[in-house]
């Protein structure tokens, strides 16, 4: 019995499936890739945003918007000593925004009975002093201001990591209790380790 004939345009219409996975749907995906139309990874500012927010859900937008924006900036400041090989993952994000969350819970007019105020805590004597390193001139007024704040704390972090030779643990515990009483009795150990547990909060929520 004879077969029949198939002509090759009915071979071609049959194939075009096969070209277009093992071909075409290859490169259109690398173009949409190289437009940003394929979804990725968010970028980190996204991911302290939405950080922030889920921790004080009553922040102002606006204010939102500019802790966001202070926090990214500020803790690429950081010393490559608070964390080691893995900087790029960020671990100086999560370790600042645990320092925030520990010393004011996001609460930009926080105010201790020590008078520490703002994000991070400064004391005025504090505030004065590491101003004039960077040849600035600090108010207490200043200490509520979010940009002010955050800087002059990193600014004291760096100084503290430094001083404990990149000790991140001891640095921590001497921004809370003072370098001195670190030195006499230890610290409070709870302390760091609510930073470093707000740390991995922001770590996993990147996941």
Known sequence: MLQPKVRKR?????ALPMVYQSLVAPITG?????????????PEISYIREFIASQR????????????????????????SACGLYCEKGEKVGLLLGLIWTESEFYKKARSKKNARGYMQIMPGTGAWIGSW???????KDLFETETNIHLGVSYLNHLLETEKGDVRRALLSYNAGPGAVKKWGGVPSYAENIFSTQADYLGSRN
Do not use: C, H, M, W
């Open 30 to 42: 690398s173009l949409f890739e190289g437009n940003g139309t394929s979804p990725g990874p968010k």
């Open 57 to 80: 859900p009553s922040i102002k937008e606006e204010e939102l918007e500019l802790l966001t924006q202070t926090v990214q900036k500020e803790s690429l400041r950081i010393e490559d």
């Open 134 to 140: 960077e040849g600035k001139t600090v108010k207490e």
């Open 10 to 14: 009915y071979i071609f219409i049959a």
